[in-house]
């Protein structure tokens, strides 16, 4: 399938369940997200993927692409036009702000198709929140990924902080008391390969949070609209690992 061709469609199915939405007072946010009247006449983007399960099968088979170098190639000025007529992302990836890894590349996806929040650690904030629920609610991304990654550097500065007390300077340390939450138990466990199960740790206690926030995510999630999935990225590899 060609994702240039696919980013080129002529209609627009925002599927979304926008009664509700628009009686939440979220119906200014969608309009805004879409085309403004002086645009020239270029039909919107089309969404790659339309259900949660396709949209995590076309992730997974982008990295399959990515991990054995045969990304798509990719004119990025083509499909140019239409985004500026709206956005369609089929996913939403909650990545680690870690240079290493760039979502794009490793899922093999070109300009809007992916919603991407990165914060060292992946974890879920206030404002990294209200940007899910508006990807989710308002541009109808299909499936949200949580995704970690191997010698990620804010889990080995969270596991020095609970095991050694360890502090950290300026605002380093609110990522790390942010982070305690979901890896005390498994710092605690201690035992081999600790630092990779806490990088598991950490995205199962994300995916719990995203899976069940109301009053957006998780109304969705119950209505089988969004999935919420976590994977790990294997550096070494390059393979984006479920968990
Ligand atoms: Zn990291």
Redo the contacts with the bound molecule.
Sequence with gaps: MCDICDSTGITHPHGLSRRGLFAAGVGGLALAATASASAPAFAQPARSAETPDAAYARLMEGNARYVSGKMNERDFSVGRAARTQGQAPFAAILG???SR?APELAFDQGPGELFVVRV???FVTPDGLGSLEYGAAVLGTKVIMVL??T?????GATIGALQKGNTLPGHIAGLVTSMKPGLEAVVKAGGADLEQRAVVANVQANMKRLQTEKPILGDMVSAGKLKVVGAYYDLASGKVVPV
Excluded: K, L, P, T
């Design positions: 680690c702000a870690d890894i060292a650690g992946n970690g990654h010698s990620c550097g804010a889990i």
